[in-house]
């Protein structure tokens, strides 16, 4: 039988959130049936995860993360490469190569196009003319492909609603995420205190400077209570700054990335992510699936993965509820067990890996 050729783009060649959801679909598939090429910039530890795993690995070095003329270099390359492998999918990731890679690909004749939406790149906190151009570049690119992928209803609905994708090619595919034998774990982390932890990159979206500043706010409150932050990013050193000037390093660690992530996750009581906008965050799955309770931002996304029955949603622009919510964790010791517990059981029945990798192989040889 001959092998179905599949491209997926990606722009920055990291392992956050997007690109690992695409590793596990990707090592999931029958390599006996696929072909799997992934494009995006050169270097860095998706390649080097891409040489590990035997994929095919196309570097372009022209994409930018932020709207440049090398687009236009970018957008050619791509139309090229369609047009020497004529893969027989191009599956594209993150705004910036959704954009240039539906149109290159369907310009260069590729029978069958997806975009997943890990989240769009308009929100509320940007000016609304940025937005309507955000929305509108969307609504081109929607022509471009057979299938916008969303990973939450959310993003689904507003799609719709705002005529940026055709009700028709829309559907929602929740990312998945193996449940870890906790056996096999041993957490790095001396529990002497009560530990809210979080991993994040260190930038704008993840509203790190205003959760750093709520853990100082709680650990004066309380000396009961210890933060890990664990990531890096552009605003890691602003991070460490406001830590050390607040006298808290031995209360706020700041390790930087790690890559046992679980090991960490197990040492903690409490999950906190209070992003400004989000897709279906893969940190907060991580953190249901040993087990643990979820304090979030109330917004699209993170409202899918948490309620009442696993944890507590703050609105993002209430900081003082959200000092108020971690400073009375410790107490609440019984609802918490009971919070983990459905959190667990919420990854088991809804966010798994077997309904993920399903949903994207139906849709690749339907």
């Given amino acids: 039988m001959k092998k179905i050729t599949m491209l997926h783009i990606q722009l920055l060649p990291l392992l956050s959130g997007a690109q690992n959801m695409m590793i596990n679909l990707l090592t999931s598939l029958d390599r006996n049936r696929y072909e799997i090429y992934v494009l995006s910039k050169p270097g860095g530890p998706l390649v080097d995860k891409l040489e590990e795993l035997e994929f095919h690995h ?18 050619f390359h791509i139309f090229k490469i369609c047009k020497k492998y004529k893969f027989d999918i191009v599956h594209t990731h993150s705004s910036k190569t959704g954009f240039i890679g539906r149109i290159a690909a369907r310009l260069a004749g590729i029978p069958r196009i997806i975009h997943t939406v890990h989240g769009f790149p308009f929100h509320r906190f940007q000016p609304r003319y940025v937005q309507k151009f955000y929305q509108m570049l969307e609504r081109i690119a929607s022509h471009f492909c057979d299938k916008v992928i969303f990973v939450n209803n959310g993003e689904r609905e ?24 906790i056996k096999k774990l041993r957490s790095p982390i001396i529990k002497n205190n009560f530990v809210i932890g979080s991993v994040l990159r260190f930038w704008e979206q993840k509203n790190v400077i205003n959760t750093v500043k709520a853990a100082i706010k709680v650990c004066q409150d309380s000396s009961k209570i210890n933060f890990v932050f664990i990531g890096d990013g552009e605003l890691f050193m602003e991070c460490q700054e406001i830590v050390n000037s607040a006298g808290m390093t031995s209360r706020i660690l700041l390790p930087g990335w790690q890559n046992n992530i679980l090991d960490w996750l197990i040492g903690f009581d409490i999950f906190l992510l209070f992003s400004r906008w989000e897709g279906l965050p893969i940190s907060i799955l991580e953190a249901m699936s040993v087990g643990l309770p979820i304090v979030a931002s109330d917004i699209k996304g993170n409202n899918e993965l948490v309620s009442e029955k696993n944890g507590i949603l703050v609105s993002i622009n209430d900081i003082d509820k959200l000092e108020d919510v971690l400073t009375s964790l410790p107490h609440k010791r019984k609802e918490l067990s009971g919070w983990g517990k459905f959190s667990k059981d919420l990854v088991r029945e809804k966010f798994n890996m077997k309904n993920f990798v399903l949903s994207y192989r139906r849709l690749y040889e339907s």
Avoid: C, H, M, W
Wanted: aromatic fraction near 8%; charged fraction near 20%.
């Fill in 58 to 75: 196309i570097p372009v070095r022209s994409l930018r993360r932020n709207i440049s003329i090398p687009d236009f270099i970018a957008f």
């Fill in 158 to 181: 507003l799609a719709i609603t705002k005529k940026i994708v055709s009700p028709n090619k829309a559907q929602t595919i929740y990312n998945g995420i193996e449940l870890p034998d």
